[in-house]
């Protein structure tokens, strides 16, 4: 089992920063695949990124490429996501989400059985 918590979200105005974090716990070294998703009520949930804890390889989604970053800090279990120049449709419920299972790579197309809280981004112009 693999218990994730998720911080770092906040009300910010357009064009602002956030760092949110993820800490991974109970068998967090099980977790191979890790990725961030965000949900908007009304909208599909839309998948950011994904980081490969056993090289710290990451991906980022085109449509967000260039604003958001998605790094990890083995020693502390915790990843997180860097989203520069916030903009309203950034506004969303973000989740941390994690995958156990021998892999050398992640996808955003896997299944993600392990699934945090989720922290709130609101942006405002």
Sequence with gaps: QVQL????????????SLRL??????????ANCMA???????KEREGLGTI???SGAAYIEDFVKGRFTISLDAAK?????QIN?????DTATYYCVASTGV?????????????????????SS
């Design 5 to 16: 918590t998720e911080s770092g979200g906040s009300s910010v105005e357009v064009g602002k």
């Design 21 to 30: 974090s993820c800490t991974a716990s109970g068998r967090p070294s099980a």
């Design 36 to 42: 961030w998703f965000r949900q908007t009520p009304g």
């Design 52 to 54: 490969y804890t056993g």
């Design 77 to 81: 279990k915790t990843i997180y996501l």
């Design 85 to 89: 120049n916030l903009k309203p449709e």
């Design 103 to 123: 892999r050398r790579s992640c996808s955003l197309d896997m299944r993600y059985p392990y699934w945090g809280q989720g922290t709130q981004v609101t942006v």
